[in-house]
């Protein structure tokens, strides 16, 4: 009890301010806490997650005196085992990664606070970027996403999410996810002389706006876009962050654009870009970057593999994972930055066979339990 009241206060009062007005050592401390209040109710709650922490994290058991002391699990663990701290009969929403060709998707289970304090925390980000007000918004995707039954795709998800902060949702493309002009043309036509959100996945958003739609055939420049994922297929079409945001400027207008970093496997992990173009933590959320070899916690400046805390995970062990992306802390509450805290960069994916000794270990260590 006394480590749930711990993480709920923690929780709690970093939800309640505007995000990113922590300074650094401020908000370490109080993750560390709610962090560790965390720990040890999955410990209780998942006979799994508390086989991983014994075996491979004893200390965590004798406290936590640091963000880099609480335990975690490699995001792969999560496409082989379904880790839960709550009971099948609560379990009220269930989230599927998108998982690639021939691998098992992650399966996230919420219960209903879960899912309520997930929105939360996605209205306290967004709503430094949109103000409080519910702007229209020109979903970049096909409406059968959100119609799905069950258990939702991340891609299903992040609409959905998205469209609690937007009005008179207009969707941008058709099920062959073609541009509906039409559509389009209607929506700017009602809305376009105002500022008004955008949302879509990063490949689809530049598959639709940059190479489909024809340039000056829609004018965006009162757009906010919000974009995430789908970065490899650019990258392998040589398209960088600074191409995307030139080329949609070019062809669109479109000059408000935020990339933001997440996974379907912690909810309450969303990094958003700021106006420096770095990548910044919400205050109940952070990172950390490690060498992905001897997995030690490397001076900012230098490039690892990156480790992602949050808060909000209570239903599933979740609240601290060590992704397969590379990234590096470019700076830390620096003086003149429009956020505090850490603002960092994604770099791409690390090598598999740099991570898979830690994961085959912890993946073994939880199948003995028959998760």
């Not at 640091?66 to 709550?86: E, R, Y």
């Not at 962050?241 to 970093?261: M, P, W």
């Amino acid at each position: 009890m006394i480590a749930s009241s711990h993480h709920a206060a923690a929780l709690a009062d970093l939800l309640t301010v505007p995000q990113y007005t922590h300074a650094q050592t401020i908000k370490a401390e109080r993750l560390r806490d709610g962090l560790a209040a965390l720990t040890a109710h999955h410990c209780e709650a998942s006979e799994a997650y508390a086989r991983i922490v014994d075996a491979l994290f004893p200390h965590a058991r004798n406290g936590i005196g640091s963000l880099a002391d609480v335990p975690w699990v490699p995001v792969g663990l999560f496409k082989s085992h379904q880790l839960q701290s709550i009971d099948d009969a609560d379990i009220a929403t269930v989230l599927v990664s998108s998982g690639t060709t021939g691998q098992r998707p992650s399966r996230i289970v919420l219960d209903r606070d879960a899912a309520a304090q997930q929105r939360t925390a996605l209205a306290s980000i967004m709503g430094t970027l949109l103000g409080p007000k519910r702007l229209p918004m020109l979903v970049i995707d096909t409406p059968s996403i959100i119609k799905g039954r069950g258990a939702l795709s991340a891609r299903g998800a992040g609409v959905l999410g998205m469209m609690t902060f937007g009005a008179a949702h207009a969707f941008a493309l058709d099920d062959a996810l073609v541009p509906q002009q039409e559509v389009i043309a209607r929506f700017l036509e009602r809305h376009g002389d105002a500022p008004f959100l955008m949302f879509g996945f990063t490949f689809l958003a530049w598959q639709a706006l940059v190479e489909q739609l024809p340039a000056g055939s829609a004018d965006l420049s009162q757009g906010i876009l919000v974009h995430s994922g789908g970065w490899k297929k650019l990258i392998e079409r040589s398209v960088s962050d600074a191409v995307f945001k030139t080329r949609l400027h070019e062809q669109t207008g479109l000059a408000r654009v935020h990339n933001f970093y997440g996974m379907v496997e912690q909810i309450g992990g969303v990094f958003l870009e700021g106006e420096d173009g770095l990548l910044y933590p919400p205050d109940f959320a952070d990172v950390i970057i490690r060498d992905p070899r001897t997995l030690e916690v490397v001076p900012h400046g230098t490039e690892g593999v990156i480790q992602v805390v949050s808060l909000l995970p209570r239903s599933y062990p979740g609240h601290s994972i060590l992704t397969e992306d590379r990234g590096v802390i470019v700076h830390e509450d620096a003086p003149g930055a429009s956020r505090r805290g850490k603002g960092f960069r994604v770099l791409g994916r690390v090598p598999r066979a740099e991570l898979r000794g830690c994961s085959d270990v912890i993946a073994t260590t939880a199948s003995q339990t028959g998760a």
